[in-house]
Structures are given as structure tokens and as C-alpha cells.
């Protein structure tokens, strides 16, 4: 009998909240007594959602599957860009490793996933309604026979932009189980792809270990409960399910601004068309942070770096020569990356306005991450249980990049030059 997986990513969800009594999580307490759970889970850097996802699939850092932040800097047109929602690049043109719904594909086994990012028309995905953001983006990006065949089922497909912004990602995630479940029934997908996103949001809008994060990892939680009652009743005995986020979470109480400093130093001016110019530029990614080259020269981009790093709250600064510990790869083998990097404090994370004086302010959100994944409260979380999954282990600490491969070998299919090890203590 063929097996089956699905995988299951719950944005934010924090390795802490584990240990939590408070926060309540019976649907995933039950699927860990029949199977396994990990200490932690290490993910990449910046630990952001993009990168960890590609991680999570690839089983490899950001330096070879080369999704390297959320938020990056156009260097043609000097123009941050927002990689979340996948409002410009297709996953064949963005991704540069292969995935494990890629290897499952050309295997011949059925693939589906449903608001899992980089996977704007990707080809190796049978049924494929990705995380967009954008009501256009929604009705010119997603596959016309998805688009149709979830119309006639009676989702409120113009709802989608909506329901995709911060606060009301509840009415998504709900819609992302009730999908999953009629992607099981009428696709019978060998590998399914489930990414729930208000955990996430609400961590966000009012902080880890808020009265809201607690509801919200309650809510989903009811979600995955509900969504697995009503599969069929053959797919239990035959799949397996992992469970995992992208990241941790921080708490955030003041946001450093880089390009206020840099402008205040007459290195970031803006044009006549109010278009930024100068020697650098700062782009945020919540807890990390990327300083892009314009026009000045290395020389003067590194001095530049050196007055960010002074500025309070900053904790770490990188050069490219040391990207390799970083798992990233050189601005020379990829434009999105930057010149220099960047991580916030625990209590701080960075923002974008380069306006006014202050170059300390209100932060925008009263959670972050970005933050290296090797901080206490940035551990992401990792849940095995079902078809081919051991019971009763306890895994200590594991990388994001041993999903990808421990998926495959639940497949029977050897995935190779992953840099994630498969987790055979995890395996029946």
C-alpha cells in the first residue's frame, strides 16, 4: 500500500509554547503520544517565512536553494521588494534547489498544496492555491481550473486579498483546512503541503505569549482537528504527518532605523522623482536587517555598516566573507543578497522609514523574528506522527533542513544533496 504525507506548517509557532501548560493544543498532544516530537528545531537565517519554507522542502540553506529573506532590494531599480505573497516571482524562477514535492512529482505521485509560500505556478504541484496577498495577484496567478473548481464548492474567492492581510488571516487559515480536506477527497494527494498563517499574524499584532497567541495556536489547533476528522477513512492508516514551523518569536518593544542614520549622514538622499539614492540602503526583515550597495563603494558601504552597528539595539553585523556561517550565499552569486547583515537585540527590530529624525522609535509590530535561529525563543517546532513515523521518541535538537529528506524517505524516495540528514530515529 502506498503511503502519504502530509505536512503541516503553522507560522510562528514558537518550540516554548510546547512546554507551555497554557497554551492548549489537544489536537497536536494527541498525534504526539502516537508519534514524535523534536526539541527543537534550528531554522535558517534571517528566520523569516520564505527562507524556512524553501528550507523546510529543499533541505538546504538559503546559500543553494537561494530564497534569501522576505524582503529584499531590487539593485536594477533600487526598490525594496516584498517576496511574501509571491507578487513577482514564479517558484521556477525563484527557487534554485530542487523540492520534495519536485522529487515526489517526477516520481509520478500526486502533489497539492495549499497557501504554502514560493510556489506561484510552480510546476510540480498537481493542485496548487498559493499564499498570496494581493486580490489581483489571487485572480491572475492562481490556475484557472483551481480557481474554478473552488468557486463551484462555494469559496468566496473574492474574499482572498482580504483575508490574506494581518488581522483577518483567522477567515484564511479556516478556509485553508476546509481546502485541505477537499483537496484529500477529490485529488487523493500522495504529498499535501498545509501552511496556517494566523499564529504568525497575532504574534505579531500583540506579541508572543499574549492572550491572542495563545488563542490563536488553540485555533489552529482546532483547525488540523478538524481537518483530519474528515478525512477519509483509509488516509490515517496510510500517511504520515508532520507538523513544523518556520520560526520562533520575540518580543518587540522599540524598531532601530538605519536609514534615518544614513541619511542624517548624507549617505541615502532622495531624488527629484522621490526615488532613494545615495551610498546604501538598509532593508528591514523584522529581526534582521540587509544594507544594500548603491553607489558608493565597498569601502564606504563597510563604513557605513560600522555606524549601523554602533546604533542601540543592534546585536550583530556580517560582511559577505562572513556569509558562509550564515548559510547565505555572496552578493557576487546573487543579487537579492546584501552587502552586509544585519541582527537585532532580543526587545528590538528594524524598520524601513528613512524619514524625520529619530532613529529609534515605536516598533510596528510588538512581535518579530528574523533573529539567528539559535536564540532560546527562536526555536521553530517539529512533530512527527502516523504511517512509518516511531512512537515514543524523543529527537533532541534538529535543523529545518532535515524535513525535506526525513518527508522523502517516509516516500521511499533517496533525496540527495540535501544538507539535512533524514531522521531515522524518527522513522518506524
Sequence with gaps: MRRRVILISIDGFAAFYWRDPAARLPTLRALAERGTVAERMEAVFPTTTWPTHVSLVTGVSPRVHGVVANHVLNRRTRVPEDLTGDPIHDAPALLRA?????????????????????????????????????????????????????????????RQGEWAQLPRRLHKDDMVGRVAADVVHRH??????????????????????????YWALEYVDGLIGRFLAALPADVPETTAVFVVSDHGFLPSAREIRPNVRLRRLGALRSGADGALAGEARFVMNHGAGALYRLDGDLGAVHALAR??????????????????????????????????????????????????????????????????????????????????????????????????????????????????????????
Excluded at 112 to 136: G, V
Excluded at 197 to 212: A, F, K, T, Y
Aim: charged share 20%.
Design 307 to 428: 555606524e549601523i552597528a554602533a546604533m542601540d539595539g543592534v546585536s550583530g553585523m556580517w560582511t559577505a566573507d562572513e556569509y558562509p556561517a550564515l548559510g547565505l550565499p555572496g552578493p557576487d552569486q546573487h543579487p537579492q543578497v546584501a552587502d552586509v547583515m544585519f541582527e537585532a537585540a532580543p526587545g528590538y527590530a528594524f524598520g524601513d522609514d528613512a524619514t524625520g529624525e529619530d532613529e529609534h522609535g515605536p516598533p510596528k509590530y510588538l512581535g518579530t523574528h528574523g533573529q539567528r535561529p539559535t536564540h532560546p525563543d527562536n526555536a521553530a517546532f517539529f512533530l512527527a506522527a502516523g504511517a512509518g513515523i516511531a512512537r515514543g521518541v524523543a529527537l533532541g535538537a534538529i535543523r529545518s533542513r532535515d524535513v525535506a529528506p526525513t518527508v522523502a524517505a517516509t516516500l521511499d524516495l533517496p533525496m540527495e544533496a540535501t544538507e539535512g540528514v533524514v531522521l531515522e530515529r524518527a522513522l518506524a
Design 98 to 158: 530542487p523540492t520534495v514535492y519536485d522529487l515526489a512529482h517526477g516520481k509520478g505521485l500526486r502533489t497539492a498544496a495549499i497557501d504554502w509560500p514560493a510556489t506561484r505556478n510552480a510546476t510540480t504541484l498537481d493542485f496548487n492555491l498559493p499564499f498570496f496577498k494581493d486580490q489581483r495577484v489571487f485572480e491572475t496567478q492562481t490556475a484557472p481550473g483551481v480557481w474554478a473548481e473552488l468557486t463551484r464548492l462555494g469559496y468566496p474567492m473574492h
Design 188 to 213: 487523493r494527494p500522495d504529498v499535501l503541503l498545509v501552511h496556517f498563517l494566523c499564529v504568525d499574524s497575532l504574534q505579531h499584532l500583540h506579541g508572543p505569549r499574549s492572550p491572542e497567541a
